[in-house]
Structures are given as C-alpha cells and as structure tokens.
C-alpha cells in the first residue's frame, strides 16, 4: 500500500514595510515550520497562537532584514532550530544587515543550528525537503523545495512576474541566472511561495516571466 503524504497547509503573513512574505507551513498535527519570519513580531505570535501549532523550525531563504529581523523574539517565545546559508549568516546579524529609515540591524536569536547545503535533505513537522542552493540576490541564497508536495518557497530568487534584484552587496545577475535555470527544471505545476508578491507555478513564470524565457537563461 502506498504511503499517504501528510496535507499541507501555508499560511501566509505580509510583513514589515517591504512587504515581505512570511509563512507558517503546518501538518494536521499542528505542528509547524515558519519560513522567513521578517517582521511584525507580534502579528506572526498571534498567527502560531490562533492556528494553534507547535513550531518545529525556523527556515530560512536568505539573510536580508527585511527576512530575518523577528526571528529573535519569535524564537524568544517559541524555541526551534534555525536553518539558514553559511554565506548569509556571517552578514545577517550584522550590523551592515539595515535599511535605515525602515530597519535596524536585527537582534541575534542565538546560534544557527542548521548549515543550509545544496541537496541536503531534512525531514521536519513530516514534511520531507531539499535545499536548493539559489544565489544572485545573495551569496547564500536558498529555495525549500517541499518535493512530495510540489512547493517551492523561492525567497527572492523568483516572483510571480520577476526575479530578485542583483544590485545590492552581494548580488550577481549571472549567478542569479544560474539559480533561475535551476529552478527552470522544476515540474511546471510547482508551486511557488516567493518572498514578496502573489503565489505562482514553474509553468506560468515559464510562459510569463521574461527573466525565465529560454533566450534569458543561456
């Protein structure tokens, strides 16, 4: 008999003055991951409260404030191990990391237990993943690719439409590209739960997204 993959559920949270995507990813068990948890502290407290979930892991796409800069007083509350890029996590708690008048360099919430690796796989709250390493926007940029259920949480590698900007420390427009053929290769139903903007699919940003036409990723 074949194994039944457990539901997912994602909610998702815009924070903070970018208007970042936060989200919460939890089985029926209510146990939960929270993917870039990038402000408005308070806002993703009540969401883990209301849902009623206990979190399992802090995941991590990349290292930029507007991404990390509640993880601390969230974990405060909340206690769970964090998974984030070597090459993003020398700068991210660093006060090079802000974005003056909007952010302040984040709070340290302690050590980073998990080492992102391209490949690696992790099991958390039953859900099976692969880190896809995705740099260009940063150096230590990731995608989570939940593979039993299809998803894929590009942080600011890809958007519905776009693609990350590459002009910030850091940032490689060829690299990026590089990320963008990776990503290319994905099954066209996937979908795509980016760092800022709308859900989308490999499919259509295929079809739509200029930076993903065959021409753009040579």
Request: charged share 20%; aromatic share 8%.
């Amino acid at each position: 008999m074949a194994e039944t993959v457990s539901p997912i559920h994602i909610e998702s949270l815009v924070v903070g003055p970018i208007e970042s995507n936060c989200y919460i990813v939890h089985n029926d068990r209510r146990e939960a991951l929270i993917v870039d948890p990038g402000d408005d502290a308070d806002r993703i407290l009540s969401a883990i409260e209301r849902i009623g979930v206990q979190v399992h892991a802090y995941l991590l796409t990349h290292g930029h404030i507007d991404h990390v800069s509640a993880l601390a007083e969230v974990r405060e509350r909340h206690p769970a191990p964090i998974g984030l890029h070597p090459e993003d996590a020398r700068w991210a708690f660093q006060p090079v990391n802000q974005l003056p008048p909007f952010y302040s360099a984040p709070r340290s919430p302690g050590s980073i237990e998990r080492a992102w690796e391209d490949g690696a796989e992790w099991t958390d709250a039953e859900f099976p993943y692969r880190i896809m390493e995705t740099p260009g926007h940063t150096p230590g940029g990731v995608s989570l690719y939940f593979f039993e259920h299809g998803v894929l949480f590009s942080g600011d590698t890809l958007f519905q439409g776009s693609v990350g900007r590459t002009d910030l420390p850091g940032g490689d427009p060829a690299v990026l590209s590089g990320s963008l053929r990776k990503l290319a290769q994905l099954p066209n139903d996937t979908r795509v739960y980016p760092g800022h903007g709308p859900m989308t699919t490999i499919g259509f940003e295929k079809e739509n997204n200029p930076f993903l036409r065959p021409g753009m990723l040579k």
